[in-house]
């Protein structure tokens, strides 16, 4: 297999926005042998140590889920997983004040903002000058224009039942790597308990962060976009755990290695 056909692989993960994890042995009779994945671990071009490739391709799987760029070593060998992500979309529901400030913070972390509100005094480009779309309308009526999937972050600000329980059958159902949403924690208990005797599955029910944020003592609105965006991160990029899953890791991160 030439290097052409693993940068053209590459190529084609970024320019359709898709997961993916380039594999390369660095070490080992196998040294060099390199492989790209997609998200679900299926081979796209390349091949890899029949030995270990079970282990390999489900370790890039876990990588692909924090976008932890990484060497790994198993046993004498060692292989390095270069993490392909597309540039995560974050979805706010609600213009408030918290999703003013939250817009630009989550601009300058990289992500592709829309913020959406069924009040289209409230989505206007002068509160919102840093968005990269503004959605006036119910969800109901936005249909196609909004995206539920892998790389896609939702923030519910709204406190309207009218706006925020015709979300809970898409984004329940859907792949989305964060559910926060806004509320007290009897808000929050009080809305769990109405999803789960509307038949909605534990498990489903419980990715929702609600109260949404990292408890930091947040009061004003851009402490809690702060508060937001932390959790967000740290749902991204996963923790030292989720590391633990795979084999030794190993010097780079994909800050360093960046």
Known sequence: MSDGAVLAAVRHLVDAAQFGC?????????QFASAVVDADG??????????LAGSLVADAVTLMSVERTTTVRYGEEEAFFEVIAPRPKLLV????????????????????VSVSDARPAFITSDR?????????GWPGDLGDRLMFDR????????????????????????????????????TAAARRER??????????????NGPIGIDIGAVTPAEIAVSIL????????????????IGEVQRLTKSEYL
Do not use: C, N
């Open 22 to 30: 380039r594999i390369i042995m660095v070490s080992g009779p196998d």
């Open 230 to 245: 932390a959790e967000l991160t740290a749902s991204r990029y996963g923790s030292g755990s989720d590391l633990e899953l």
């Open 42 to 51: 299926g081979y796209i071009t390349g091949r890899l140590p029949e030995r």
């Open 93 to 112: 529901f609600g213009a408030v004040h918290v999703a003013q400030a939250l817009v630009p913070m989550a601009r300058m972390m990289g992500f592709e």
């Open 128 to 136: 919102f000058p840093d968005a990269d779309e503004l959605l006036a």
């Open 195 to 208: 999803l789960l005797a509307e038949g909605y599955p534990v498990e489903a029910v419980d990715r929702i």
């Open 151 to 186: 790389r896609t972050f939702v923030v519910i600000l709204s406190h309207d039942a009218r706006y925020e329980d015709p979300l809970w059958p898409v984004v329940l159902g859907s792949s989305v790597r964060y559910i926060g949403a806004m509320g007290s924690r009897k």
